[in-house]
C-alpha cells in the first residue's frame, strides 16, 4: 500500500498558541533571536580582536589605553545575557513518513531499524539501540517476528534506555519491564548486553551509575563516538512523544533542557508520576546516528501539530529541541496522529514561512 513521505527543511519547527501567519512569523523570529544574538556577539568579538592586533602595531601611548578599553568592551560582550534554552545554530533536517494505520508504521520502522543495524554492524561490529518507554515499545512486534526476525544479528545488538523510572526492574512503572514483556523477552539479546539502571531508589545515584556505565562502554568502544564530539554516539535511539511535547523525561520549560555535559540527569519532580527518574540530556540524544520518532494515535494529533507547525518559545515543547548533530532525524506517524496536520500545505511559503519544503515522493510499505 502507498502511503506519503515527506521530507522538510528547516531552521526550526517550532510551536507556539499565537493564531494568524504573521503572529506565527514573529514568533518564529523571537524563537531565533538567541542564535542572532549569539552571532551578532562572536562577530563583535572577532572585530574587536582584529583591532587590538592592528592597534599593537602603531607604538604610540594611546594604544594600550585603546587596548585597555577594547579589552573591557570584550569582558561586557562576554558578560552579555544567553537564553537559558540554546537552539544549535543553522538548519535542522528531518524526514516524515504517514502511513494509514499502526501496523503500517510498525512495519516499516521495523525495516527501517534493521537497515541501520545491518549497517552499524558492518562498520563496527556492534548495534547500539536505545529503547524509550511508553507504548511505542510495542511498535518494535514486527523485529520479533517472521522474516525480519531471522535477518537481525541479535548478538550484535546492545541495548540501552534513554530514560527510566526509578523503581524496581519489576515494577509495573518500569521501562525495563515493558520492554522485556513486548519485546526483549522475544528475541535472543545476551543478556549482559542489555543495559538498565541498577539502583532502583536514589535517581541521583542511578544517573551517575548509568553515565558512568555509558563512559566505560565508549571506552571499551561498544558505544561510538566521534572525536570532535563530547557526547556518545548511539546508532539508533527511539522516541515517543508526550502530550506536553516531552521527550524522555525532558519536561517543558524545565532547567534539565539547558543541561550541555552531563550524559544522564535524575529527575526528582517529574509532573508525571512516578516523580523520580533519570534521562539522557538532549545533546546526548542529539548526538546519536539515528533518531526517530513514534507518534501513534489521534492522541497525539494536536502535540504533532504544535511541535511541526507552530512557532513556540524556545524550552516549552522539547521535541522542537531534537536536532540531530550530523544524523538522521525521522518521524514516523499514522492517521491518526497527523489529522490535525497541513500536509498539503507545508511547500505554502507565506502559511509556514520557517519550512525549506522538498516535494512529497510515495513509497511502498
Given at each position: 500500500m502507498a502511503s506519503s513521505r515527506i521530507s522538510i527543511l528547516s531552521a526550526r519547527l517550532p510551536s507556539t498558541n499565537l493564531n494568524g501567519s504573521h503572529q506565527s512569523?514573529?514568533?518564529?523570529?523571537?524563537?531565533?533571536?538567541?542564535?542572532?544574538?549569539n552571532h551578532c556577539k562572536n562577530r563583535?568579538?572577532?572585530?574587536?580582536?582584529?583591532?587590538?592586533a592592528a592597534a599593537a602595531t602603531n607604538g604610540n601611548s594611546a594604544v594600550l589605553m585603546q587596548k585597555k578599553k577594547e579589552e573591557k568592551d570584550d569582558e561586557k560582550i562576554d558578560q552579555s545575557p544567553r537564553h537559558l534554552f540554546q537552539y544549535p545554530d543553522g538548519p535542522s533536517q528531518a524526514t516524515f513518513f504517514r502511513f494509514d494505520d499502526v501496523e503500517e508504521v510498525s512495519s516499516a520502522l521495523a525495516?527501517?531499524?534493521v537497515?541501520?543495524?545491518?549497517?552499524a554492524i558492518k562498520q563496527r561490529g556492534k548495534f547500539t539501540f536505545v529503547l524509550s518507554g511508553g507504548s511505542i515499545v510495542k511498535a518494535l512486534r514486527f523485529l520479533?517476528?517472521?522474516?525480519?526476525?531471522?535477518?537481525?544479528?541479535?548478538?550484535?545488538?546492545?541495548?540501552?534506555?534513554?530514560?527510566e523510572r526509578v523503581v524496581p526492574l519489576n515494577h509495573e512503572d518500569s521501562n525495563y519491564k515493558l520492554a522485556k514483556d513486548e519485546f526483549l523477552s522475544k528475541v535472543p539479546i545476551p543478556h549482559e548486553q542489555i543495559h538498565a539502571i541498577q539502583n532502583f531508589h536514589d535517581e541521583k545515584a542511578a544517573a551517575h551509575?548509568?553515565?558512568s556505565k555509558l563512559r566505560?562502554?565508549?571506552?571499551?568502544?561498544?558505544?561510538?563516538?566521534?572525536?570532535?564530539?563530547?557526547?556518545?554516539?548511539?546508532?539508533?535511539?527511539?522516541?515517543?512523544?508526550?502530550?506536553?511535547?516531552?521527550?524522555?523525561?525532558?519536561?517543558?520549560?524545565?532547567?534539565?533542557?539547558?543541561?550541555?555535559?552531563?550524559?544522564?540527569?535524575?529527575?526528582?519532580?517529574?509532573?508525571?508520576?512516578?516523580?523520580k527518574r533519570i534521562t539522557m540530556t538532549l545533546p546526548c540524544i542529539n548526538a546519536a546516528e539515528h533518531v526517530a520518532f513514534v507518534a501513534l494515535g489521534s492522541g497525539k494529533a494536536h502535540v504533532l501539530h504544535r511541535v511541526l507547525e507552530r512557532p513556540a518559545l524556545p524550552g516549552s515543547l522539547p521535541a522542537q529541541m531534537v536536532r540531530v548533530d550530523d544524523g538522521n532525524l525521522v518521524w514516523f506517524a499514522d492517521q491518526g496522529a497527523t489529522s490535525e496536520l497541513h500536509l498539503e500545505n507545508w511547500n505554502n511559503a507565506k502559511q509556514f514561512p520557517f519550512f525549506d519544503f522538498k516535494q512529497p515522493a510515495s513509497v511502498s510499505s
Open positions: 512569523l514573529g514568533a518564529a523570529m523571537m524563537d531565533l533571536l538567541p542564535a542572532l544574538h563583535s568579538a572577532t572585530l574587536l580582536r582584529c583591532s587590538r525495516e527501517y531499524i537497515q541501520v543495524s545491518n549497517e520479533a517476528e517472521g522474516p525480519v526476525f531471522h535477518s537481525i544479528a541479535w548478538d550484535k545488538w546492545n541495548v540501552f534506555w534513554v530514560d551509575a548509568y553515565e566505560e562502554l565508549v571506552r571499551k568502544k561498544v558505544i561510538a563516538t566521534k572525536t570532535t564530539k563530547k557526547f556518545p554516539r548511539f546508532d539508533f535511539v527511539l522516541l515517543g512523544l508526550g502530550p506536553d511535547g516531552h521527550v524522555a523525561s525532558l519536561f517543558p520549560n524545565r532547567p534539565s533542557l539547558a543541561e550541555e555535559k552531563l550524559w544522564v540527569l535524575p529527575i526528582s519532580n517529574s509532573p508525571k508520576p512516578p516523580s
